[in-house]
């Protein structure tokens, strides 16, 4: 599984001076992976979310993670703000070791699980690479 970088996170910069640095809208929610022995486990943490308003596509060996506000959201006149609830897409590269059909998720806790089983015996084979 690889990581895509075209990754739909936008975000607009504002006219406003005192807000230049922060980026509105739609926001890239953090994601870890890590492997275990039958699966990829990805945890993408999106806190405050309602889980009916996540969408996991897959589009060729692409797979969609992404997350869509409801109609009237409120959005306050932040003081301080330091994460969004609000939109997000991220798009990850499956490779052919990854079982798509099987693929599920939970949303618990403001993390959302993706699980991505891994075909057996369609590991990718480790390789060194010398630095020169």
């Keep these: 599984m690889h990581y895509n970088e075209s990754c739909a996170a936008k975000g607009n910069r504002t006219g406003n001076p005192a807000r230049s640095g922060f980026i509105r809208?739609?926001?890239r929610?953090?994601?870890n992976i890590y492997k275990t022995e039958n699966s990829?486990?990805?945890l993408v943490f999106a806190p405050g979310r309602i889980k009916e308003h996540f969408h996991l596509a897959i589009n060729g060996n692409e797979l969609?993670?992404?997350?869509?506000p409801p109609e009237g959201f409120h959005r306050p006149e932040w003081i301080v703000r330091e994460y969004s609830r609000g939109g997000?897409?991220?798009?990850?590269?499956?490779?052919?070791s990854i079982d798509?059909?099987?693929?599920?998720?939970?949303?618990a806790d403001g993390v959302l699980q993706v699980s991505l089983p891994i075909i057996?015996?369609?590991e990718n084979a480790k390789q060194e690479i010398v630095i020169n």
């Design 120 to 122: 057996a015996g369609k």
């Design 64 to 68: 969609t993670v992404s997350y869509t």
């Design 88 to 96: 997000f897409s991220r798009t990850f590269t499956l490779d052919e």
């Design 25 to 27: 809208s739609m926001q």
């Design 29 to 31: 929610a953090a994601v």
């Design 40 to 42: 990829y486990e990805m």
């Design 100 to 107: 798509s059909k099987n693929i599920s998720a939970k949303y």
